[in-house]
């Protein structure tokens, strides 16, 4: 089964800032997902990605393959951005096994 | 718009009651899945299925079961409900192979008293 760590598991921060948040696991996958959380409780996708980088607005994520990491960056943060943002991975790498999570990064960000 | 809609956001039930948590899907997706998340624990799979009346056990399957009969539908049954099932549970659905996008539910708020 695929382990995943997440860092850091809570962090807050003043509008504007550049955010990072990190992921590794121990598997090597076929994809791996950063997901976000907001009070309440629905989960949406934001990310899906085997290699390189993928933008979507002020949203940044990375993947190196060989390290087995991943980063999430968001660039001029704003307080809407406040959720828990949670990395998931291939539970045993690959195939229609569901995925595996890291226990999220709660992330605040004051106005 | 892709939606998964699970049927209750909200339950209260007694211990030793049988709960059903339904959830549907609209995109024809082959695979489904039942998660829990609980706090400092995240989410942890419970049952899936890649394909009607096909399950397979996740991480933590004790205390649950759950039903396929048809595509667009997985529901997942607590037997005899305990007060250590009070939780968040999460349905999602996904096509294929995991390289693909996942929908989740908004969520069914469990507790048992």
């Known amino acids: 089964k695929n382990e995943v760590e997440q860092s850091p598991q809570n962090l807050t921060a003043q509008e504007g800032e550049f955010i990072t948040i990190n992921c590794s696991y121990s598997?090597?996958?076929?994809?791996l997902h950063w997901l976000q959380q907001h009070p309440g409780g629905g989960i949406v996708s934001l990310f899906m990605?085997?290699?390189g980088k993928k933008k979507h607005g002020r949203l940044i994520a990375t993947i190196n393959i060989q390290e087995k990491h991943s980063s999430l960056h968001i660039t001029a943060s704003h307080p809407r951005d406040s959720a828990v943002y949670i990395c998931?991975?291939?539970?045993?790498?690959?195939?229609?096994?569901?995925?595996?999570f890291g226990k999220g990064t709660h992330l605040i960000i004051q106005p | 718009d892709v939606k998964v809609t699970q049927s209750s956001r909200y339950l209260v039930k007694r211990t030793g009651e049988k709960v059903f948590l339904e959830c549907v899907q609209d995109?024809?997706?082959?695979?489904m899945f039942w998660y829990r998340q609980d706090p400092g624990l995240g989410l942890r799979l419970i049952y899936f299925?890649?394909?009607?009346?096909?399950?397979e056990k996740g991480d933590i399957p004790e205390g649950y079961s759950v039903s396929r009969e048809k595509k667009e539908r997985f529901s997942l049954i607590l037997e005899s409900a305990s007060t250590n099932q009070t939780s968040m549970y999460l349905c999602?659905?996904?096509?294929?192979?995991?390289?693909?996008?996942?929908?989740f539910g908004e969520g069914s708020w469990l507790t048992v008293v």
């Open positions: 598997v090597g996958i076929s994809a």
């Open positions: 299925s890649y394909d009607v009346k096909m399950k």
């Open positions: 999602a659905s996904s096509l294929g192979e995991s390289g693909n996008t996942i929908y």
């Open positions: 998931a991975v291939p539970y045993s790498g690959g195939g229609a096994d569901g995925l595996t």
């Open positions: 995109m024809d997706h082959e695979n």
């Open positions: 990605l085997s290699s």
